[in-house]
């Protein structure tokens, strides 16, 4: 099955300054990877998903890039904000019917005001 | 419209005791995965359902653990004679048709076994 890995687990990063998460994947099949955050207390809710037909989305100051090829992609987050804080879940999967989301293991973002 | 829901939003039991959390999808999701995520850590994968296929158990701690889907639609997760280390929450989050298409993740229930 598929196997998601995400680093680093914590990040810390000066309010203003760009923050960058990383994932890999192993199952080279896998075609589509969402990124989750969690809000301390909250739940985990969407905020930017890109499919394998791009190797780049971005949505405002939220940027992902996917590299097939090695088999990993990044979160990018641009002028980072002190609402940013929060848990990143990157996931992976495939277009299968029946075929479930792998999640990583998450990266706790602190950005410091 | 409405979102994931689930029931209750805080359970405290006694060990030993046997617990059920519900969920209820989004109208329509045919994917429906319960989670346990304990305090500061990550989503712990227990249970998957699609559709009308057999569930995806492979993620269940114990014995203790069980989970149905009626009808395609509502979920419970059964915890049996509940231990302290069973204390989490539950999550349970959805999808429509299948593993590409967006989680929606319910508020979870604060389980606390004392």
């Known amino acids: 099955g598929e196997n998601v890995e995400q680093h680093p687990s914590t990040l810390s990063v000066q309010e203003g300054d760009s923050a960058v998460i990383k994932c890999t994947y192993s199952?080279?099949?896998?075609?589509?990877f969402p990124w989750y955050k969690q809000e301390l207390g909250k739940r985990p809710q969407l905020i930017i998903d890109?499919?394998?037909?791009?190797g780049e989305k971005k949505d405002q100051r939220i940027a992902v890039t996917l590299n097939k090829t090695a088999k990993h992609f990044s979160l990018h987050i641009t002028e980072t904000q002190p609402e940013d804080s929060a848990v990143y879940f990157c996931?992976?999967?495939?277009?299968?019917?029946?075929?479930?989301?792998?999640f990583g293991g998450g990266t706790r973002l602190m950005v410091k005001p | 419209g409405a979102g994931v829901s689930q029931s209750p939003s805080n359970k405290v039991t006694e060990k030993g005791k046997d617990v059920e959390l519900r969920c209820d999808p989004i109208?329509?999701?045919?994917?429906l995965y319960w989670y346990r995520q304990s305090l500061g850590q990550g989503l712990e994968f227990l249970i998957y359902?699609?559709?009308?296929?057999?569930?995806?158990k492979s993620g269940l701690p114990s014995d203790r653990f069980s989970a149905e889907r009626t009808g395609g639609s509502v979920s419970t997760l059964t915890i049996q004679r509940t231990q302290q280390e069973d204390s989490a929450v539950y999550l349970c989050?959805?999808?429509?048709?299948?593993?590409?298409?967006?989680?929606?993740f319910g508020n979870g229930t604060r389980l606390t076994v004392t």
């Open positions: 359902f699609q559709g009308n296929s057999a569930p995806d």
């Open positions: 989050a959805s999808s429509f048709l299948q593993g590409t298409s967006p989680l929606h």
């Open positions: 109208s329509g999701h045919t994917a």
């Open positions: 996931a992976a999967s495939w277009d299968n019917a029946g075929n479930m989301l792998t």
């Open positions: 890109i499919r394998s037909n791009v």
């Open positions: 199952d080279s099949a896998s075609n589509y």
